[in-house]
């Protein structure tokens, strides 16, 4: 018999489903497993010496400081050191426009505790990133999908769904999870005038927009927002809230992302973490900080870039040498995740299964549709595994593939 | 104008007010203002040399590891701690039974996600825990007071509320913040009966649990609803839901506190948990594991027992010797707090206004109450200042209070 808690579920639980990924990731953990399947970072990029110091360094300089409570915003120089960085990046943002987030997570999580009442409804990319899904799933959001080529948003079917009323545009638009695409410079403008033009704000997440390996930075669409509209100079008002991360460029398990809004979302924002976590944690901020200043974080993401880039082209090229014709993937020019594109017969989930006894995994992408398409579609990563580990993997998946082809 | 981001706030958040006990820290925290507003654990109890070399431990030894994603459900290492911790007082739970937890906070917004529906009734004590309030005002909780008096909940004032239909019993049974007073064990048994004859299950939160000064420990209610009901003896199935943290017994900053519940109930938490930040600090869980083990944590905590001891006696002093008759105040056994009661007429916001152009700052009660009452009551923390500041502090506000008095 259930337990009396367990009679009292709200009904929000019914829409909580454990994450495909990390269930997966349970299965997939045995160490002879190539999984394809995380979205892990590689630890061997992690700047471990760094941290030593930098831990060392904040318990003798700021000892008690360091264990104590702190404010809800976030350690001061961290934010100025995020606003610092936005600004080089075009955007006029100072510290009170920025909130500290336990990970990018969190910053979802805040994101539809302030602005998604039930039934809202939020446009998303088809794929779309299913730790959004997850997060406003608990305050009951719907969904609308517009549609998406190599390209990212297609203006046209963002336009078409833009009638349904949404409450906000999410867009993924560097690398995106779980596709890789890119949202193209074109497209950005016209998704800000879109977006303009109904009056319906933007939540921009860049979690991978530093680790780049081919073709030229893209200005963010906080930032070409920001240029579009007149503005007094003095403080961001911009209709784009932007959101990034500490986890793909210094360390995941340290959960530190930000959030940059106009002050007065910020305030609502702090006001909700209050009631959620109080503060993120004060050392891992002030570690974090030792560990970024000093411009490191800007060279240190040089290195994450040229053992991803490896890792990437060795993934596209045993796709290429080992795949059987019919699957299409997408070539990323940044982040972490690649995608396939199986016969519209073929259920990827088929395909899972065989893998996982062949020791390579993946996720089947139907998880990140909010239509129930997408069965014969599959994301996979490539920035955990070796390059000697994908190329096997890629052998190894390619044979499993193959048994299901026509 | 508002941006569109901020014409868009969901209807959840006019019920976020800044919490006021947060926003007066921030006038409070000008160095020469003595300050028993705040609810901080004295930095000087902070076990600095044990976390530095945890830290370093953590680094040198996990490496890599330490800085990677992590379960959701967290460091296995840390919940087998806190499984036998809990075994020790009498409670049959395992590390499948807990959830670690950004802070005891994250657990109560986590509560409020997996069973709080719009217009849900929690009956909670009069006066009651803020940052409780506030986590569940996000959930659009609404709130039954039951009476309480110097041993906590008057059970027939929780007997007759029952029957407005609860979702779930709110208890803070040892030291309660902000009144201080303890549920005493007649009480214990008694509010488990009633929620046992209604079905209707407990939220026990217990932060200070260990911080008592005088007196013996009283059983939990975990414990004495596992005694009370016949199980199978092999898996934790009562109803009542534990939490603590270790935020006032080795450091806030590092934000970790932990849910005990059923494990279909620890199931749905992590899946809340999931969207909500994913997991907590990796490297904040292995840091304290390192630092509370081997027995370190119960040989602190008599540390910070024999400190604490030593101010809340100062404070009971000091108020005896200068505050004005009419003025009363509890006597805590433990925890943080104690609560002063002014007559009925004299309103404590008015107090604080002169008390802070005095340097000295409290909390006035009334926003630890669900139905506006509370008006004449004041909340006191004896953990943070010294004894001499104590005295020095209770002195002012004495004065403060006194110009008051009929």
């Not at 976030?74 to 920025?98: K, T």
């Not at 993924?172 to 410079?185: C, E, H, K, R, Y």
Request: some cysteine.
């Amino acid at each position: 018999m259930d337990t009396l808690w367990a009679q009292r579920f709200a009904q929000r639980t019914q829409r909580m489903k454990s994450s495909a990924v990390r269930e997966l990731l349970k299965l997939t953990e045995l160490p002879d497993v190539i999984s394809f399947a995380g979205g892990l970072p590689a630890p061997e990029t992690f700047p471990l010496e760094r941290f030593t110091e930098a831990s060392s360094k904040v318990m003798t300089e700021f000892g008690a400081r360091a264990l104590q409570y702190s404010t809800t915003e976030g350690y001061r120089p961290l934010r100025e050191l995020i606003a610092a960085h936005a600004s080089r990046y075009g955007i006029q943002v100072e510290a009170d426009n920025i909130l500290i987030t336990s990970g990018s997570q969190q910053a979802l999580d805040l994101i539809g505790k302030v602005f998604v009442n039930p039934g809202d409804h939020i446009l998303v990319e088809s794929p779309t990133y299913l730790g959004a899904l997850q997060a406003w799933n608990a305050y009951q959001a719907e969904y609308i999908a517009a549609d998406t080529d190599d390209d990212g948003y297609i203006i046209e079917s963002v336009d078409a769904k833009m009638r349904t009323g949404p409450k906000f545009i999410y867009a993924l638009p560097n690398f995106q999870n779980p596709s890789g695409v890119t949202l193209s410079l074109d497209r950005r403008r016209q998704l800000i005038e879109v977006a303009d033009h109904y009056g319906v704000p933007i939540l921009e997440d860049d979690p991978y927009g530093q680790l780049r390996y081919e073709g030229d930075h893209l200005p963010a669409l906080v930032t070409l927002d920001s240029q579009f509209r007149p503005t007094n100079g003095a403080q961001y008002s911009g209709n784009v809230i932007y959101l990034s991360t500490f986890s793909k460029t210094l360390s995941p398990g340290v959960q530190l992302g930000w959030i940059v809004a106009p002050v007065e979302v910020i305030k609502k924002l702090v006001q909700a973490k209050q009631g959620t976590d109080l503060h993120t944690s004060t050392v891992s901020q002030m570690v974090a900080y030792e560990v970024a200043a000093g411009g490191f974080l800007d060279q240190h993401v040089k290195l994450i870039r040229a053992i991803y880039r490896e890792r990437r082209d060795t993934m596209l090229a045993s796709l290429k040498a080992h795949f059987p014709p019919g699957v299409t993937w997408t070539r990323p020019q940044g982040g972490l995740f690649l995608w396939l594109k199986f016969p519209a017969d073929l259920n990827a989930a088929d395909v899972l299964k065989v893998a996982i006894e062949q020791k390579v995994a993946f996720v089947p992408g139907e998880s990140f549709f909010v239509d129930g398409s997408g069965r014969n579609t599959a994301r996979l990563n490539f920035s955990n595994a070796s390059p000697d580990q994908i190329e096997e993997g890629i052998a190894r998946l390619a044979r499993c593939v193959s048994q299901f082809m026509p």
